[in-house]
């Protein structure tokens, strides 16, 4: 009897240190994730399944698969704000090691608990992680990465690996292409899933990038595609493709690139866009919905394109009234904008428009110290807003021959800077010295356009004169100090060197009309047709980062096509933002009449991501 109790204390002793253990051993963040991999939707048994979470090296756990596809593991939820998201590795398929899915967790959900791989997770996060890839691994700075994963469940169901509604559906869907350009990748994907080493490596030499190695799995194939979407294009459409994937396109594309259209803001004409730090976007707006009277607010927009501020994303107040295309963001990540017509009643092309005379400024959170705006500094019609890297705020008055300066963003001590030839000044661009750059003679078709540069101090020196550049319109300048310059009625963009000497002008077919101009993070160009509704990719400074062959100035996109989805109207803007998606603004649909346009593109992971707020050339986060 001694001998049994003892045993039974000792049992219980032990029963207790293990509980006690078992505590320790499991995190109060413990969590249970499951879900399948499937290929052309059939389940893949013994894949191996890897679950990650960014900016941390170890995996948070790992499960084979059984014979239905299914797999489940308990992890560690990450204490700080992470990306998770999972590997599917080979497994009885026939295509074997050459299986490589990735799916992305909703960045909303820090403890999901279902995740399905499959062709459509993998492309999904191919495209929309393109820049944070790294093999199956994601890296990269806060807030692109996050900002970046947010766009997944835009494409896709992370749950259920089925198509999102957002895609699926109006404006996107069958409006634009890219419902099916997106189900013709997977269905491509699919058929070296399904297929076999044969399909599989017809895949791999038709996706090999211009540099590099070639892939050997099914994720380097879609990434592949996702940074080279204007190469190979017809080579990569003839590949054998599953039937599991319905609704695919019928004809090759221009492109590969992918894109989605939002719509779900209040639009109507919105002209320019702008970042702040966290990747929130701001868009101007040109009019007052349903017709063309001056806009009463700027839209204020999530990092996914969603409305942030209220269900339409309207932000009224501060004297905004009339403003089309002046808007940029501070170091304080608040936001400026020039009203260009305010409550002008004649037309802005009429020679008796004189335009408005009101900048308005708010905070991230959308307050702002002037309820009625700021009107110091002879503002008259402004149109472009720039900020540079001392704080400085400068405003060019497209009817006043002048800009205005804000030292240090203080509407108190207001300067009016003339000379240099200012005419009809219309856009603004920093160099890396704080030089103010201007581009004169907008919408004037008669005279040959100009520059003039401001130094940080307010020193007006031009004009520089550029033959065949008539009507400048957009500007950028890359992390050389050339500046580049779209010109309206010579379908051109003019590359100048620092000095504002003509270095080069280029012609493409795609280029028509241009309007906006976007320098990414490697130094590459993107230009906004706004007569040609498309956008054109050029070879910037720098050809290393250009397809083999390509020179300065010579178009990367599609030569006629340029990169459209078939959603794009007349559009002005196209910018950068930190996590690499190219966006641009549906200006107008119609322009005669007059119809404001319906909303955004945005090029999905297209282009080397841009620190913002842009203040100054663009650097990469």
Known sequence: ????????????????????????????????????????????????????ASGISAPLGAARTDARGRFELDYARPQRSAVLYATAAGGRTPARAALRFLAVADPKDRAPRRL???????????????????????????????????????????????????????????????????????????????????????????????????????????????????????????????????????????SWVLSLKHTDAAYDGPGNIAFDSRGNIWVTNNFEPPGTAAGSYVLA????????????????????????????????????????????????????????????????????????????????????????????????????????????????????????GLYNPFTIAIDAEGNAWVDNGSLDSERAGSLTRISPSGEATGPFTVERMRSPQGMAIDSGGNLWVASLENDNVTWLGPDGQVRGRFRTPSIQGPWGVAVDGEDNVWVASFVGQKVTLLCGRIRANCPPGTRTGEPISPRRQGFSNGGLQHI???????????????????????????????????????????????QRP
């Open 116 to 254: 399905v791989l499959n062709e459509q997770t993998t492309v999904a996060a191919a495209y929309s992680l393109s820049r944070f890839l790294r093999g199956s691994r994601l890296a990269g700075p806060s807030p692109g990465l996050p900002n970046a994963a947010a766009t997944v469940p835009n494409l896709v169901s992370p749950s259920t690996g089925r198509v999102s509604p957002v895609l699926a559906q109006p404006p996107n869907g069958r409006a634009t292409q890219s419902l099916g350009t997106f189900r013709t990748l997977a269905a491509i994907l699919a058929g070296c899933t399904s297929g076999g080493a044969r399909e599989c490596r017809a895949l791999f030499r038709a996706a090999a990038p211009p540099r590099g190695p070639r892939p050997t799995d099914t994720l380097a194939a879609a990434h592949a595609i996702a940074l080279h979407p204007a190469e190979g294009v017809r080579r990569i459409f003839r590949l054998p493709r599953s039937r599991a994937y319905p609704l695919q396109l019928r004809r090759p594309p221009s």
């Open 572 to 618: 002005t803007a196209v910018k950068v933002d930190q996590s690499g998606n190219v966006w641009a603004a549906n200006n107008w649909e119609k322009i005669k009449p007059t119809v404001g346009g319906d909303g955004l593109t945005q090029f999905i992971g297209a282009a080397s991501p841009v620190k913002t707020p842009l203040i100054g050339p663009p």
């Open 1 to 52: 009897m001694a001998r049994s109790h003892r045993l039974r204390t000792l049992a219980a002793t032990l029963a207790t240190a293990l509980a006690a253990i078992a505590c320790v051993a499991a995190p109060a963040g413990a969590a249970r994730l499951s879900g399948e991999v499937l290929a052309g939707w059939e389940p893949v048994g013994n894949s191996r399944v890897t679950l990650y």
């Open 301 to 420: 927009l999530d990092p996914t394109g969603s409305p942030r501020l209220g269900e339409d994303g309207a932000l009224s107040g501060g004297g905004i009234l009339g403003n089309w295309w002046g808007v940029a963001v501070d170091q304080r990540d608040r936001v400026w904008l020039s009203n260009f017509t305010g409550n002008d009643p004649e037309e802005f092309n009429s020679p008796n428009f004189t335009g408005g005379r009101i900048v308005s400024q708010f905070s991230a959170a959308g307050r702002t110290p002037y309820p009625n705006g700021i009107v110091t500094g002879d503002l008259r019609a402004p149109q472009g807003i720039a900020v540079d890297q001392r704080g400085n705020v400068w405003v060019a008055n497209h009817g006043g021959e002048s800009v205005t300066l804000y030292p240090q963003g203080d509407p108190a001590r207001a300067r009016t800077i003339r000379g240099g």
